[in-house]
């Protein structure tokens, strides 16, 4: 049996950016996944935002430092990620959405996010040829982006590699004995092994893994499509959120949507179902295309004539409040959950990363409580989040 500090199951958004922190730290990680190499599960499918602008401090605090990490990571070790820093905003039609967003922008300002808002004018100049009927202005965020989750993923993973993370791939985990209080043991197909703490980072397969642990983890996969355009030369800048829910009998199936313009040219975009569909099917539908873009194109004409490259169709792991689930479980505080991340994993993984290695080295502080607290394993799940 091969003795570890750490073994993290999964090697996705929230997995690999945590092998390199506590890779960092020189501890002995072990990464374990099921698939064939990082980020095969969901990691593959997210649409690359990256974004702070969120209505609870745990939220916020941990984007804001993956924001960092993602931005500075060209500088600091020479990847191109392919990073933007272009913004999110969130434009209001109505008096109602306007009301609740800049009601929700006082707290977000009072958790340091840089947010404002935007006259109609003034988001004009940002978005040119949105649809001006009722707008009555934006949020704007400037210092949310995005990345590509592809080069990103892998840069976090050999980086890891570098500082001495191990990575066991194609290996299923059967079993997991926490009889042990200093001790940690893991079966799969291929192999045993220990530690004395063990992550589960296993996003849309957390509560089975939590199961294995002795832990119910009331986590549940609801698929979500997305889709790429040609690229194309800029034609507008922040990622767009439109909040409100379709009211359109042909498209009434769909809540949000949002897209944005990568650092390609390339509009990539996404919708939020109004009835969830649960399970890990992940089959592209007929219904999505057609349901989506006649959204698109009645808020934002001008993407009228792009022509769409592929479609594909993934999963958020969710919880029920819409906020992740992180931290040791009071039953065995040696098993630490990072699950829950509502298909936004991507966007909290390198924050999460280096938060968990403050947990694992029982080196929290005062600010890591407060951001825990957001995220109890425990909590009553009685919040909703805005922005999920």
């Known amino acids: 049996m091969k003795t570890f500090d750490v073994i993290i199951i999964g090697a996705g958004s929230v ?13 002995k990680v072990l990464v ?9 599960g ?7 935002g990256i974004r702070a602008t969120h209505s609870d401090k745990g939220k916020i605090a941990t984007s804001l430092k993956s924001i960092e990490i993602f931005s500075t990571w060209k500088e600091v ?37 840089n947010i404002k808002w935007l006259s109609k004018e003034e988001y004009l100049e940002i978005v040119p040829g949105i649809n001006q009927e009722n707008l009555r202005g934006s949020t704007y965020s400037p210092d949310d982006g995005s990345a590509s989750p592809l080069l990103a993923i892998n840069a976090f993973y050999f980086k890891s590699l570098e500082f001495g993370a191990q990575y066991k791939f194609n290996e299923q985990v059967l079993s997991i004995d926490t009889s042990k209080s200093d001790e940690i043991k893991i079966k799969t197909d291929k192999g045993e092994y220990s530690a004395n703490k063990v992550i589960n ?3 849309i397969y957390a509560k089975e893994i939590g199961k294995m642990a002795g832990f119910d983890i009331p986590v549940i996969p609801d698929s979500h499509e997305g889709a790429i355009t040609e690229p194309v030369q800029r034609f507008f800048g922040p990622m767009v959120v439109d909040l409100r829910p379709c009211e359109d009998p042909a498209t009434e199936d769909s809540a949000n949507y949002y897209f944005y313009q990568n650092n390609e040219g390339q509009v990539i975009f996404c919708i939020t179902p109004k009835n969830l ?10 219904v999505f295309l057609p349901q989506v873009a006649k959204r ?24 029920p409040d819409g906020f992740p689930l992180v931290g040791a479980h009071k039953g065995n505080p040696n098993f630490i959950s990072a699950v829950g991340m509502c298909g936004q994993g991507y966007m909290l993984g390198p924050g999460l990363g280096e938060l968990l290695s403050r947990i694992v080295t029982e080196q929290l502080t005062a600010e890591d409580h407060d951001v825990l607290n957001n995220f109890d394993l425990e909590r009553d799940f009685s919040s909703v989040e805005k922005f999920k």
């Not at 997995?15 to 501890?27: D, F, H, I, N, Y």
């Not at 569909?277 to 007929?286: A, K, L, W």
């Open 42 to 48: 969901q990691n593959k499918k997210a649409i690359g």
């Open 201 to 203: 980072a296993a996003g």
């Open 77 to 113: 070790y020479g990847d191109d990620i392919g990073w933007i820093a272009n913004g999110y905003s969130f434009p209001a039609y109505s008096e109602k959405d306007e009301k609740m967003l800049k009601d929700l922008m006082k707290v977000q300002k009072s958790f340091n996010l």
């Open 277 to 286: 569909i649960y399970g890990t099917n992940s089959e592209s539908t007929s």
């Open 15 to 27: 997995g690999v950016p945590t092998a390199l922190s506590l890779a960092q730290k020189k501890l």
């Open 32 to 40: 374990i996944d099921s698939l064939a190499s990082p980020g095969q």
């Open 296 to 319: 698109m194109v009645s808020l934002f004409p001008k993407l009228v004539n792009l022509k769409v490259r592929r479609t594909w169709r993934g999963q958020y792991p969710m919880s």
